[in-house]
């Protein structure tokens, strides 16, 4: 799935559960369901991570085009539905699932877990590096 697509995917869900996101809750989802898909299935969801990756920002994992395409929000939250993608089912019932558990986590929780010891976001940090690398993503993951 691109990154766009999934980043829209999770707009249009919040906004239709009732609970629109912020800028800052959706880069926290978009890492958080796209690490829970690579721990189930052994591959990422984001298909074209390497050319959009995860930054490590001081309030966790972002991806700077996202961010930059829903900056003119601000921290308010994202009320605007965004153009439709067409998913399979088995896509869409994993997704409807998490973006229904995780839009109800306050966006601080989701920050605080992204900030976890010695996973990916710490280490790149700690590395002076910007990119969360694709490995260190996977050791988050389990795998």
């Not at 690490?35 to 591959?43: D, E, P, Q, S, V």
């Not at 829903?70 to 308010?76: A, D, K, L, N």
């Not at 229904?100 to 976890?116: A, G, K, Q, T």
Request: aromatic share 14%.
């Amino acid at each position: 799935m691109k990154i766009y697509d999934l980043a829209s995917y999770i707009v249009n869900r919040s906004i239709a559960l009732g609970l629109p996101v912020s800028n800052l809750k959706l880069q926290k989802m978009l890492y958080f369901i796209n690490l829970i898909y690579l721990g189930k299935y052994n591959k990422f969801l984001i298909e074209d991570l390497d050319d959009y990756p995860f930054e490590a920002w001081r309030y966790g994992p972002v991806i700077r085009s996202v961010y930059d395409r829903f900056s003119c929000y601000g921290g308010i939250p994202i009320g605007l539905e965004q153009p439709h993608c067409d998913v399979d089912n088995e896509v869409s019932e994993f997704l409807n699932y998490n973006i229904d558990r995780l839009v109800n986590i306050e966006p601080w929780r989701l920050v605080e877990w992204s900030h976890m010891p010695d996973g990916a976001w710490d280490k790149t940090c700690k590395n002076n590096d910007s990119v969360i690398s694709k490995e260190l993503i996977k050791k988050d993951a389990g795998l």
